[in-house]
């Protein structure tokens, strides 16, 4: 069973809004630094959002910073990712992450830094 499991994606218009959502099962991730990726087809795998140093602190994409918010609760082992005003641009597979080793702010972008990974969830904007 994956650690780590997406659900919300799917097509919507732009301007639109979607709820991601990525449970963790097979332990918690309490206190890892949980973030959102996404990668577009023909793209690398960038990043998107994520949350850390016990849910205190959150980074951003510039490309997504004021539409997007990753928040996370913990007694249901789940992290989510609002996302509002959708682009085409958003058009992606999304995926969740997670990592039990030390962060800082410049390496919490960066996807070598987790340990686990889910399978994906898309999403797909209309123009």
């Known amino acids: 069973q994956a650690p780590l499991v997406e659900s919300g994606g799917g097509l919507v218009q732009a301007g639109g809004s979607l709820r991601l959502s990525c449970a963790a099962s097979g332990g918690t991730f309490t206190n890892d630094a949980m973030a959102w990726f996404r990668q577009a087809p023909g793209r690398e795998r960038e990043f998107v959002a994520a949350i850390y140093f016990k849910g205190i602190t959150t980074s951003y994409a510039d490309s997504v910073k004021g539409r997007f918010t990753i928040s996370r609760d913990n007694a249901k082992n789940t992290v989510y990712l609002q996302m509002n005003s959708l682009k085409p641009e958003d058009t992606a597979v999304y995926h969740c992450?997670?990592?039990?080793?030390?962060?800082?702010?410049?390496?919490?972008?960066?996807?070598?830094?987790?340990?686990?990974w889910g399978q994906g969830t898309q999403v797909t904007v209309s123009s």
């Open positions: 992450a997670a990592s039990s080793r030390p962060v800082t702010i410049v390496t919490v972008t960066s996807a070598s830094l987790y340990d686990y």
